[in-house]
């Protein structure tokens, strides 16, 4: 008689809503990507590494685009694993900067991977 019962229920349409994941669009111009396992030093998530590159494409707008993914940043800096000094120290003072909504900074810090001061790849 259960058996019945459960195939009453799931006799019609699904009600459950469905889920909507926002995209990010990960540019490949100058993308140096590796695939490996995590705790990969010196590469950045997928994510992270889509939004540092928008920031560069989109200077003009970097402190706008950086309050937006203020968060999603500073997790993804956290579980990046610089494979030098300096790239940490670049990594700990664009979090600071984040975390302390001084976006003239964190786009500061940006600006140092467009010009090529900081190198970033993608896991």
Known sequence: ?????????????????SIALPSVTIPSVGASISVTGSGVTGCVDPATFAIVMQLESQAANAPTLLAQNKDAL????????????????????????????????????????ASGEVNLSSC
């Not at 259960?2 to 195939?7: I, K, P, Q």
């Not at 610089?82 to 120290?89: G, K, V, Y």
């Open 1 to 17: 008689m259960a058996g019945l019962g459960f195939a009453a229920c799931n006799a019609g349409a699904s009600t459950l809503p």
């Open 74 to 113: 500073i997790s993804g800096l956290h579980s990046f694993q610089p494979p030098d000094q300096a790239t940490s120290t670049w990594r700990d003072q664009l979090v600071t900067a984040l975390q302390s909504n001084d976006m003239t900074t964190a786009a500061a810090k940006i600006q140092m991977v």
